[in-house]
């Protein structure tokens, strides 16, 4: 049965941080390109950065120099370290996991947590 469950999401004031993590069971991750996804009400979802099984990083342009994203395989999770948070990141933040695709696009990832929110005031 695979899973992905993120945690680490919650509520923090502009300029704070917050650190995400996804966990992975059921399959071997470390062949897979894992993502982050947000997600707001009303709006389509969108990618904010991967890392695929190489270890290269991809990022959205409103999230560069402020969010990191990594990996450890060896525990099968990924992790989303968000720095300098403003209002407009306010969203529920998804994990993701998949073998091919455009990072950005969500039909190139087969598995996928349930979301985390994450609130900046």
């Known amino acids: 049965h695979v899973q992905l469950v993120e945690s680490g999401g919650g509520s923090v004031q502009a300029e704070g941080s917050l650190r995400l993590t996804c966990t992975a069971s059921g399959y071997r991750s470390s062949n897979y390109c894992m993502a982050w996804f947000r997600q707001t009400p009303g709006k389509e979802r969108e990618g904010v950065a991967a890392?695929?099984?190489?270890?290269?990083?991809s990022y959205a342009d409103s999230v560069k120099g402020r969010f990191t994203i990594s990996r450890d395989s060896a525990k099968n999770t990924a992790y989303l370290e968000m720095n300098a948070l403003k209002t407009e990141d306010t969203a529920v933040y998804f994990c993701?996991?998949?073998?091919?695709?455009?990072?950005?696009?969500?039909?190139?990832?087969?598995?996928w947590g349930q979301g985390t929110q994450v609130t900046v005031s």
């Open positions: 890392i695929d099984s190489a270890g290269w990083k």
């Open positions: 993701a996991a998949g073998l091919g695709g455009i990072w950005y696009l969500d039909e190139g990832y087969r598995y």
